[in-house]
């Protein structure tokens, strides 16, 4: 029988992975799977795909967020790609949150091996980038910019994010976009715009707080033009999801295919996910239940 993999980047977190090394060769050799270790970013991709090829019917990874997208760029050149479980080794985990997963390594374990399977949603940009939290325009993508290639963890993290925003918003100006969601268009001059699979994004920054991963759509929360000092102090409300139920200046919309253009004389920079090497324009759909995962029983719908 073919041994299914774990996929594991000893990065993630701090080095989470490599600090739970015997947990997992144990539980690896009592449950048939074979422990691989990645050394550098894009590998993950590799070793998934190995395993897609092999002809496995599960994948197993452990990381952050970063390495579970790795993992999935693995397994979806393939249209019936094998059930995923997932290890939360990264510092936000914030699609594993979303899944309702246990942070506990040993009891993550036990779910990502002999979990509930329930078929997940994934958001796709230009046809062919997946993603799985949310793509961004406007502010966040303008500050997403001067994100070093080098993060730090914990606290240290949240701090540096902080000081980023306040930079990028001392020269920042709303912009003009198109916006156009399924059919319905219009023209938005716009702080931000988030397009959303999950609720939360980056450091656990509650953007689109109705957000589903099993409803088949897409969430996509506007933030109208603001002052400066506006802006400012709604910041802790966007941080916690409060923005739409506190701010007049929000839109809230749902659909499954959204376009984005304008922002601007020149392409606007794109964020997705915890990337930003996409300008304007862009078209971002929902691929419903385009994965399966394995998920706690107690958790899910």
């Known amino acids: 029988m073919q041994r299914w993999p774990l996929i594991v980047n000893p990065s ?51 990381g952050g967020d970063d390495t579970v997208r790795e993992v999935l760029a693995g397994l979806l050149h393939r249209e019936h790609p094998p059930e995923l479980g997932i290890l939360p080794l990264g510092t936000f985990n914030n699609f594993a949150r979303t899944l309702g997963l246990p942070n506990e390594p040993a009891a993550a374990l036990e779910v990502a091996f002999g ?28 500050a997403w910019q001067h994100k070093p290639e080098v993060e730090p963890v914990g606290l240290r993290r949240l701090l540096q994010g902080a000081s980023i925003a306040l ?16 059919e319905a268009e219009e023209m938005v001059r716009a ?11 980056a450091s656990a920054m509650t953007a689109a707080p109705y957000a589903s991963v099993s409803d088949g759509k897409l969430d996509v929360c506007v933030i109208r033009e603001l002052s400066m000092l506006e802006f400012l102090a709604a910041v802790p409300l966007i941080f916690t999801g409060l923005h ?14 959204i376009e984005i253009s304008g922002g601007g004389e020149r392409p606007a920079p794109v964020r997705v996910d915890s990337s930003i090497d996409l300008r304007l324009p862009v078209t971002i759909e929902i691929l419903p239940g385009r994965i399966t995962v394995r998920v706690p029983q107690t958790q899910w719908p």
Request: proline share 4%.
């Open 115 to 142: 979990g509930h399977p329930v078929p997940v949603d994934l958001g796709q940009v230009n046809r062919e980038r997946i993603f799985t939290e949310s793509v961004g325009v406007g502010f966040q993508a303008e």
């Open 12 to 62: 993630s977190g701090g080095g989470k992975g490599q600090a739970v090394q015997s947990l997992l060769e144990s539980f690896c050799q009592e449950n048939g799977g074979e422990l691989l270790y990645t050394e550098q970013a894009g590998q993950a991709t590799v070793l998934a795909r190995q395993a897609v090829e092999s002809g496995v019917d599960r994948v197993l990874v452990g």
């Open 244 to 257: 739409p139920y506190l701010m007049t200046s929000v839109e809230y919309h749902q659909g499954c295919l």
């Open 167 to 182: 930079e990028t918003l001392g020269g920042f100006e709303p912009k003009l976009f198109h916006l156009t969601i399924d």
């Open 191 to 201: 702080m931000d715009i988030t397009v959303a699979n999950t609720p939360e994004f």
